[in-house]
């Protein structure tokens, strides 16, 4: 099982909102272990809930980071500021300097 410091709840089909962190110490943190964003599951389409299609809450997500310091192992982009969003490809690759 890998560990992962931010990641969505599985229950959160509908609506994830913003989260935003300020002065976050990261200590020891690699950049596949910063988050994981997941692919709407298929098993979220269901007529009662979103209709035939899955529920996209995870297409729209925003981790918001200000004001960071790091210790140890940091990922490649880590920064006192970042951002982390989904790959939502109706967006993602359209955002300015965004890196998969």
């Known amino acids: 099982m890998k560990n992962r410091i931010f990641g969505i709840s599985p229950y959160a089909a509908d609506y994830i909102p913003m989260h935003e962190f300020y002065n976050t110490k990261f200590i020891n943190v690699e950049g596949d272990a910063l988050g994981y964003i997941y692919n709407p599951p298929a098993g979220w389409a269901t007529i009662s809930d979103c209709g035939e299609f899955p529920c996209t809450a995870p297409h729209n997500v925003l981790f918001s980071f200000k004001k960071n310091t790091f210790e140890g192992i940091r990922p490649d982009f880590a920064s006192s ?19 998969f």
Do not use: H, R, T, W
């Open 81 to 99: 500021e970042f951002q982390a969003i989904s790959d939502n490809p109706g967006f993602s690759k359209y955002v300015e300097d965004c890196e």
